[in-house]
């Protein structure tokens, strides 16, 4: 199957990058990489052996699959100005419904790989869950083929709940992020280096493979501590910070744990 | 050294349970477990050999140190009940001042145990960072000595800097579970498994073991996409949650990437 299919990406983000270079070690022929900018179309292609483009109406033909891959506020403005389709137009936003592609051809699909991606970090792909939708039985098919080359967890996920899904992923790698953002810097002003924090950071991750996390909480909120939260809030300087501090722990405070997994 | 000197647990919670068995692995004795629960003092005394205690005036006076491992919001009231000792007392408390301990003892110490702790989760001890202060230097030196023997991250850090670390952990691991549990039940509601998430939860965790926070941070707020974050507020039904939505997300959208490591 793989070799006869032929792939042009739209984008040169992280997403496209991590994907892309994937597909092309599977043996996938990428035949195109357009980005606005030319210098990060030029990257991309020479990484995967792709023609560089930076011009919509350079897109070949040729191409089987379309893989739209860009930010969710420039999706929409760059599938204006694609000539309609016969084509299979994918994209791999986990916010963006399926349907909004019917601007550009009938044969329409995602292809999310829920993750996130930095230009560079290697990343292993093989875990990665690869959300597939598709309008006709056909691509839904061929896409779960080609995700499964790349992942072996590839779940066929409505745009609806790709939509959910998306919005969950934010709580837990955006905002857990944002959480360690706030633990470094209240260490950085008093010089106590991150790495104390890291044991810590991978146990509290690792924790919830095994068990709910509303289970696995722990720390003075989770005991109902006043005491210890009080004195907390008076060590915290900036006041949105504290604001948040207290608002968390109101919600743990107040969450009971489950029985079930 | 170790053969030969004698603890005595003050305490039977989860810190208690797994300090006190990976103290006993490497050979020390644990002379008494003291729980006010009798059922948690004959649990962990049965599983680290020693005499099982709930009566604090019961406490033998042969151990060489007494290591106090209870709730931060039940340290005060013990401590008011130990007979005045000329041993050395050791608390394993992030939050609490080294010298409340002066109550007890004129030798006092800190060993502190940066993690978070499940009873039933099996733990390997040897990153886990531990944190050592004590009044005396030859205490000190004790203190770090049995703590090199179960960890390879041993650190002599004061009550101040503790407790900043303290703070900092509970951003680190509390907070970050707590979006775990936001996210968990946010898939619940449309019944999509967890897991989908694991991968990404282990990424984002991992990531910042090799780079700033601040810097691999990713989502819609990081791009100031209003869409989608508008989006995502609509799909909150929980107006707390929002709130929390929200105001995290003003916070990423105005910091700013930092080229220190």
Do not use: W
């Not at 389709?85 to 909004?100: A, E, I, N, P, Q």
């Not at 106590?192 to 709910?212: G, N």
């Not at 915290?236 to 997994?261: E, F, G, H």
């Amino acid at each position: 199957m793989k070799t006869a299919i032929k792939i042009a990406f739209i984008g040169a983000g992280n997403v496209a990058t991590h994907l892309a270079t994937a597909l092309r070690k599977q043996g996938f022929c990428i035949l195109q990489v357009y980005s606005r900018t030319k210098k990060s179309a030029d990257i991309l292609a020479k990484k995967v052996g792709a023609q560089p483009v930076n011009d919509l109406r350079c897109l070949s033909d040729e191409a089987d699959i379309y893989l739209i891959s860009l930010p969710d506020n420039i999706l929409l403005t760059v599938l204006n100005r694609i000539n309609k389709s016969h084509k299979l137009f994918v994209h791999t936003s986990g916010f963006h419904d399926m349907h909004l592609l019917k601007a550009v051809s009938e044969r329409i699909g995602v292809f999310y790989p829920l993750q996130t991606f930095s230009k560079n970090r290697e990343l292993n792909f093989s875990t990665v869950p690869i959300c597939i939708e598709a309008g006709k039985k056909e691509d839904a098919k061929l896409l779960i083929e080609i995700a499964e080359t790349i992942s072996s967890d590839v779940r066929l996920i409505n745009s609806d709940k790709r939509r959910i899904i998306h919005l969950a992923a934010v709580f837990a790698c955006n905002f857990s992020n944002y959480m360690y953002s706030v633990a470094d810097s209240i260490l950085a002003q008093r010089k106590v280096s991150f790495d104390i924090l890291h044991p810590l950071i991978m146990e509290t991750a690792q924790k919830v493979l095994y068990e709910k996390p509303m289970n696995t909480q722990t720390g003075p909120a989770k005991r109902g501590d006043i005491t210890v939260i009080k004195q907390h809030l008076s060590m915290l300087s900036d006041k949105d910070v504290k604001k948040i501090y207290k608002m968390i722990s109101d919600q743990i405070m107040i969450s009971k744990p489950t029985n079930k997994k």
